[in-house]
């Protein structure tokens, strides 16, 4: 942006794949002009999109909580509804989030991500009679899940891992790991131990190597790599 | 059993881990306290009963140490398991072969000094 | 041309991520604990050198002062003092003495540029 306020075009180089047509992916240069108002990358892509409707991306709320717009943004994992325009260094490099298959453009196939979070059985588990009305929690117990439930599933950590890259049919990987602990965490979940049965073999929690990839690019601040010490401490206490 | 371990195969490379910082930290202190080593202080440091024992389980942490950290670096890089298991047999064979070596070594110089 | 069905591409072109610190210690870690398990066994054969006779233990400290060797011997110093610094860094996070973002990326570096710093000082006092 330029002294006067005066918008000037930004350069966005972006992945293109149509499995339609192409054999193999290429990257093309765009020029957008930001309008007033446009802040976050994601502004600018929309306005691409009524330029070259071939285009091809996720996004639904534009606000950091639907986690549809994960791509890899100069390197690095991020969502493009949260970064700013003006921190980012040009040309803007956009690919898809590294080690998914690509379905088209930044778009990928999510099918494993999601088949690990099913794994980890992501719901609460309890045998015990159901109160007359909710299971209740005290401030304290409800505070150990905060830092945990806020994952908005949009696998920026999980494709910024290298161990996932390598194994990502059999490592669980950052996100599945860190919803695995928000529920061995819930006071409420009764099935602390058969879930850390689970958790304790060498690809789908040991592939770690709290590398930390994790924590760095999550956009919501979370910290997988901590929920992952707390899962191997929790599986230390349970084996002496 | 499972081939691999999980959680005893990570507690087992942590164990060694302070083992041998514990190892490295008494070398260290003892080679910077003394005189530069000379043969007869090393021979009779490494060939008195405390020293010959000290040894191969200083190897022995290295061989179990570098056999956890070779084979996560083998389940993490190669998947076929054509190449992967003779890999790591051939490894687990030598790490193996070293650490007999080491204890025939010590234990021949600790009849002899004996 | 049209793409193979089930054959979808990736991106992983490594040299077109940004790394953060930590992942250049992890990187580093582990090939610095390769470099020393190829060491073992030479370590395993100058310990049986090195009690046989006092004119083995010389011979030995000969050959490992060779001009040739010294920048082997620096290589082998860096990468114990990588592993060492880099794996105390992970022991103490594994306990959580240090693991958050900020912390983690600040011993990182201090592991990656200690590691420098002593292999440096072993090339000046072993090259020179």
């Known amino acids: 942006m330029s002294a006067g306020g005066e918008e000037e075009d930004v350069r966005i180089s972006i992945y293109r794949f149509n499995p339609e047509t192409d054999a193999k992916p290429r990257m093309q240069d765009y ?35 639907c986690g549809s717009d994960a791509m890899n943004i100069n390197g690095r ?32 196939d999510m099918t494993q991500f999601f088949a690990h979070y099913h794994a980890i059985k992501p719901y609460l588990i309890n045998d015990e009679l159901a109160p007359e009305r909710e299971r209740l929690q005290t401030p304290e117990e409800r505070d150990r899940l905060n830092g945990l439930y806020e994952c908005i599933l949009c696998a920026c950590c999980s494709a910024f891992c290298p161990s996932y890259w ?28 058969e879930r850390l049965a689970y958790l304790d073999d060498v690809y789908r929690l040991y592939r770690c190597r709290t590398i930390m990839n994790c924590t760095e690019v999550c956009p919501k601040s979370l910290s997988p790599s901590h929920a992952i010490e707390r899962i191997r401490l929790a599986l230390v206490r349970e084996s002496s | 059993m499972r081939l691999f371990l999980g959680q005893r195969a990570w507690m087992l490379q942590r164990a060694t881990a302070v083992v041998l910082l514990i190892f490295l930290a008494a070398a260290a202190a003892m080679l910077l306290a003394g005189p530069p ?24 942490a290295l061989a179990l140490h570098g056999w956890i950290g070779i084979r996560d670096i083998v389940l993490d890089y190669l998947h076929s398991p054509a190449v992967r298991l003779p890999l790591l047999g051939l490894i687990a064979l030598v790490l193996i072969a070293i650490v007999i070596r080491v204890a025939l070594t010590m234990a021949a110089h600790f009849m002899t000094a004996g | 041309m049209r793409a193979p069905p089930g054959s979808a591409p990736k991106f992983l072109n490594l040299s077109q991520i940004r790394f953060p610190i930590g992942a250049i210690a992890s990187i580093g870690h582990r090939i610095s604990g390769v470099l020393l398990l190829v060491t073992l066994p030479l370590l395993a054969l100058a310990l049986d050198r090195s009690l046989r006779s006092e004119a083995e233990f010389e011979a030995l400290r000969e050959l490992v ?42 011993s990182a570096w201090a592991a ?7 292999a440096l000082a072993a090339a000046v006092r072993w090259l020179s």
């Open chain 1, 31 to 65: 020029d957008v002009m930001p309008e007033a108002g446009d802040k976050k990358l994601l502004d600018a892509l929309m306005r691409l999109k009524t330029v070259d409707d071939s285009l091809s991306f996720r996004r639904s709320c534009r606000e950091g909580v």
């Open chain 1, 77 to 108: 994992n991020g969502l493009a509804c949260l970064t700013s325009l003006a921190g980012l260094k040009e040309p803007v490099v956009l690919r898809p989030l590294p080690g998914f298959p690509v379905i088209r453009d930044l778009i990928v």
């Open chain 1, 166 to 193: 390598w194994n990502p049919d059999k490592f669980i990987g950052p996100a599945g790991l860190l919803q695995a602990y928000r529920f061995i965490s819930d006071s409420r979940d009764t099935a602390t131990a």
């Open chain 2, 37 to 60: 080593l000379s043969y007869e202080r090393w021979h009779a440091l490494a060939t008195s009963p405390h020293g010959a024992v000290l040894i191969v389980v200083l190897f022995a």
């Open chain 3, 65 to 106: 002062s060779a001009p040739g060797r010294a920048l082997l011997l620096v290589v082998v110093v860096w990468a114990a003092s990588h592993h060492v610094l880099a794996g105390l860094r992970h022991l103490l996070m594994d306990v959580g003495i240090g693991s958050r973002l900020d912390q983690a990326r600040t």
């Open chain 3, 112 to 118: 990656i540029v200690a590691a420098g710093v002593i």
